[in-house]
Each structure stands twice: as structure tokens, then as C-alpha cells.
């Protein structure tokens, strides 16, 4: 008992939340202007930089979250809710910075139209998840809750979205692309990026149980 007034009420996850998606957005968006600026060098390094360096920003604020829930005596949702929601959205930011690195291993020598499509998807995922986050702290307002679910189904569309677009460029490559490699190489590419969307679509499923559970 004594030690547990030792402990602070209640950690500010929210917030943290907040600042891991939009870390998650600024990683979405540097990689999609790396894509756009791929034939320009050192536009692509930039890039490709700010990428990681939203990767690692996030990284702290998931540590953050983890230290917080073994120092905290009451947290506003449950624990393992938390655990799991800071976690999957890290699982984002990791695939972000995965799909930048495996461009440039694969030495990707050009950005096909499929590449650029996937790109956006995972970028409009990555706000849709960030205003679902933000929403969070407000979910026992009913129309909040509301708006938070609504959001998630964005997520979900977006996501089947990609899959569609997915299933379309490996199509693609296995008719018109004689390059055996060029054909290994873009499908890894063109699978990364989808599952940025799936882990997206991750995010929204535990953020609808957040809701349903605390709504």
C-alpha cells in the first residue's frame, strides 16, 4: 500500500500517444517524398534521414509508454490495451523505416506508379490512425466514440484499398517485367509497403476494442 502511493495516479499515455502518431505521420510523409525525389540523390538521403530520425523520435516515446505502465498505479485504460496499441503503432514507424532501408539494399534503380500509389495509402493510414488517436482521451462522449470508430472504418478501407493495389502491381510485374530480380525486388517492395496498411489496420482493430471497452 505504501509503495503504491509511492507511484504517480496516472501517466499521461494520451499524450504520448499523440506524439508517437505524429511521428508515425512524419515518417509516412518523408517517405513518400522520398519516393517522389527518388532520382535526385541527395534529396532521396534527406529523406530517407527524416525517416529514421522519426523512427527513432518514436521509438523513445515507446519506451516511454513501456516504463510508464510498470510506474504508474492507475492508467486510464488497461494496461495491456496500452502495451499493445504503443506496440502496433511502433510496428508502423518500424515498417516505414524498413521500406525506405529495402529500397536502397535492393538498390531500387526507379519509382513505378505502383510504388508511388502504395506510398500514399500508408500516408493517408498514418493520419487516419494519428485523428483516431487523438481522440482517445475523449472517448466516454458518446459522439467522440462515435467519430473515433468511424475513423478506424477509414483505416479498414484504406488498407483493402492497398490490397487491391497490391494484387493489381504483382500482376503487373509477372506479365510485363522480363527481369527475373527486377521482379523479386519490387514484389518485396510492393508487399512492405501494403503491410504498413495492415499494421494500420492493426492499430484501428485495438483501438476499436479501446473504444468498445471504455465507451
Known amino acids: 500500500m505504501l509503495f503504491s502511493k509511492l507511484l504517480p495516479k496516472e501517466g499521461n499515455f494520451f499524450e504520448l500517444f499523440n506524439q508517437h502518431a505524429d511521428r508515425i505521420v512524419e515518417a509516412a510523409q518523408a517517405f513518400e517524398k522520398l519516393v517522389e525525389h527518388y532520382a535526385d540523390v541527395q534529396a532521396r538521403a534527406k529523406y530517407a534521414q527524416q525517416v529514421d530520425d522519426a523512427e527513432r523520435a518514436a521509438d523513445r516515446v515507446t519506451s516511454e509508454v513501456n516504463r510508464l505502465i510498470h510506474t504508474t498505479f492507475i492508467t486510464p485504460i488497461d494496461r495491456e490495451q496500452i ?20 529500397m536502397a539494399l535492393y538498390d531500387i534503380q526507379h519509382m513505378t506508379d505502383e510504388i508511388k500509389r502504395l506510398a500514399d495509402l500508408a500516408v493517408k493510414c498514418c493520419q487516419r490512425v494519428q485523428a483516431a488517436v487523438k481522440l482517445l482521451g475523449k472517448i466516454a462522449e458518446q459522439p467522440v466514440a462515435e467519430a473515433t470508430l468511424k475513423t478506424c472504418d477509414e483505416i479498414d478501407q484504406l488498407e483493402s484499398d492497398a490490397d487491391r493495389v497490391l494484387r493489381s502491381a504483382i500482376s503487373k510485374l509477372f506479365r510485363e517485367e522480363p527481369d527475373v530480380l527486377e521482379v523479386i525486388k519490387l514484389k518485396a517492395i510492393y508487399e512492405l509497403l501494403e503491410t504498413v496498411t495492415d499494421k494500420c489496420e492493426a492499430v484501428a482493430t485495438q483501438i476499436e476494442g479501446i473504444v468498445l471497452e471504455n465507451s
Open 83 to 102: 502495451h499493445g496499441l504503443i506496440n502496433l503503432m511502433d510496428d508502423v514507424a518500424d515498417l516505414l523505416q524498413d521500406s525506405a532501408e529495402t
